[in-house]
């Protein structure tokens, strides 16, 4: 059974600073498995923040490039997203994801932790 806990969300002034963990079980990290991170601000469509390609290298949504840094821990199965200069239109609720490739691709979501920064 795959599990994805987040944790590190909370409230923010802007121009702080928070950083986001997932820890995963029921998958090695691979190179079949995309891990990333989504967020999903009220009355929005969850939207792609960050994410491993399946290269390792690493996509980042335009609005946070330069502010956002994805890293991972392989031996604790762990993805962190360091956010940095926060800005008030950061505030959403940030999902944990991962994809496991093979004949059919399988998607887990993290239950979701809110990040909110204020001006």
């Known amino acids: 059974q795959v599990q994805l806990v987040e944790s590190g969300g909370g409230l923010v002034q802007a121009g702080g600073s928070l950083r986001l963990s997932c820890a995963a079980s029921?998958?090695?990290?691979?190179?079949?498995?995309?891990m990333g991170w989504y967020r999903q601000a009220p009355g929005k469509q969850r939207e792609l923040v960050a994410v491993?390609?399946?290269?390792?290298?690493?996509n980042y949504a335009d609005s946070v490039k330069g502010r956002f840094i994805l890293s991972r821990d392989n031996a604790l199965n762990t993805v962190y997203l360091q956010m940095n200069s926060l800005k008030p239109e950061d505030t959403a609720v940030y999902y944990c994801?991962?994809?496991?490739?093979?004949?059919?691709?399988?998607?887990?979501w993290g239950q979701g932790t809110q990040v909110t920064v204020s001006s």
């Open positions: 994801n991962a994809d496991v490739l093979g004949t059919t691709t399988r998607r887990y």
């Open positions: 491993f390609t399946g290269r390792g290298l690493t």
């Open positions: 029921g998958i090695i990290f691979s190179s079949n498995v995309i």
